[in-house]
């Protein structure tokens, strides 16, 4: 009977003993795993049409694309978490509007009411503008105009230009002068055809602005003229991109980067900056001899307070031109004893970078 019992007794221990490492798996659930990463990425055209459930392969506009990226990228980064990063260009529908009228010509009479004077030209760039408000004087929004007018500056020359109203206000669209069209290989001050216009009008651009360079990006208007036929000439503006090099003919759809961070919960729209601090910026707030601050007990940068002070004068030293709201996780050196690297995140407050 006795051996009955031991027998029953290690078998009720092997029933009712917890597993020893139901704990130590508990723990290691329990504790949460930070993964940061960054990246650069470019959305495809299936990647818009798959996140906005349309063909056009871009965004409707950079509102949408803000509320719809972070999505994709909770599925493509699934274990990324706080201070993680990635920026993502994108397409989106940016439309530029374009105008077609027939050319008025002024009469010498016109120019003359304008100037008070019997030349039948302008003398002041301002004169065109003071014809337009008073032979247009209850404009609506988007009214556009195209006048043909004489011009004296040391001689006499024709322009054409249009005007469209916009926000309360005219705002020309140059044309092309009769030098700039013979340069284009024209020999009458008007182009053959809109896709003539749309192949010579790059390149002329690229000259144009040699001394008033645009950034990539930029998108530019220029107006343009076609003969009609019995007496007609009628203007058309049209609109190109510059991407740094070149100009091309704007389809209404432009590129964008935006940067999102993981704040730890969800990816958000995120302007900031990863920056390390540099030699010279050690030097810039007296630490150029070794390079790190150091954090020891009674040492100069042992209170945080001090190195954000001098993050500070780094930051307004080497960036003076960020906006209010631009955000930095910056990381420097320090020495508590053995040299490390610590990270300090700030964002611009009142002219003034404070810890976030």
């Known amino acids: 009977m006795k051996k009955i019992f031991l027998l029953l007794t290690v078998f009720s221990m092997v029933f009712t003993s917890c597993d020893p490492m139901e704990d130590i798996y508990a723990d290691i659930d329990n504790k949460e795993t930070v993964i940061v990463g960054e990246a650069n990425i470019t959305l495809t055209d299936d990647d818009h049409n798959?996140?906005?459930?349309?063909?056009?392969?871009?965004?409707?506009?950079?509102?949408?694309?803000?509320?719809?990226?972070?999505?994709?990228?909770?599925?493509?980064?699934?274990?990324?978490?706080?201070?993680?990063?990635?920026?993502?260009?994108?397409?989106?529908?940016?439309k530029v509007s374009t105008y077609s009228e027939n050319v008025y010509e002024l009469s010498d009479d016109e120019h003359n009411a304008i100037t008070g004077k019997t030349y039948?030209?302008?003398?002041?760039?301002?004169?065109?503008?003071?014809?337009?408000?008073?032979?247009?004087?209850t404009p609506s929004e988007g009214d556009f105009?195209?006048?043909r007018y004489r011009y004296?500056?040391?001689?006499?020359?024709?322009?054409?230009?249009?005007?469209?109203y916009i926000d309360g206000d005219w705002e020309k669209v140059k044309g092309f002068t009769v030098d700039e069209y013979k340069a284009m290989g024209e020999s009458y001050p008007n182009f053959s055809s809109h896709d003539e216009a749309a192949a010579k009008i790059p390149v002329t651009l690229v000259e144009l602005f040699k001394f008033n360079p645009k950034s990539a990006g930029d998108i530019v208007s220029a107006m343009y003229e076609l003969y009609k036929g019995s007496g007609v000439t009628k203007s058309y503006t049209s609109n190109f991109i510059f991407d740094g090099t070149s100009f091309s003919k704007y389809n209404n759809v432009k590129d964008e980067t935006i940067q999102f961070g993981?704040?730890?919960?969800?990816?958000?729209?995120?302007?900031t900056i990863k920056y390390t601090l540099t030699a010279a910026d050690y030097t810039l707030v007296g630490n150029?001899?070794?390079?790190?601050?150091?954090?020891r007990t009674g040492k100069a940068e042992e209170s945080e307070s001090v190195r954000?002070?001098?993050?500070n004068t780094i930051l307004l030293n080497n960036f003076p031109?960020?906006?209010?709201?631009?955000?930095?996780i910056v990381s420097y050196n320090i020495y508590n004893g053995a040299a490390g690297v610590w990270q300090l995140s700030v964002i611009k407050t009142g002219g003034a970078y404070v810890k976030q």
């Open 50 to 94: 798959e996140l906005t459930g349309n063909s056009y392969g871009n965004f409707g506009s950079i509102d949408e694309a803000k509320s719809l990226i972070p999505g994709f990228l909770d599925d493509k980064y699934p274990v990324w978490g706080e201070n993680s990063g990635v920026k993502v260009s994108f397409k989106y529908y940016n």
């Open 120 to 137: 039948g030209n302008f003398d002041s760039g301002s004169h065109i503008y003071q014809f337009v408000d008073n032979q247009y004087p």
């Open 145 to 147: 105009v195209s006048l």
């Open 152 to 164: 004296y500056s040391g001689g006499e020359q024709t322009l054409t230009d249009g005007f469209v």
């Open 262 to 271: 993981h704040d730890g919960n969800n990816w958000v729209p995120d302007n």
């Open 288 to 295: 150029g001899n070794y390079g790190n601050f150091d954090v």
């Open 308 to 311: 954000v002070d001098k993050i």
């Open 321 to 328: 031109n960020d906006a209010e709201g631009q955000k930095y």
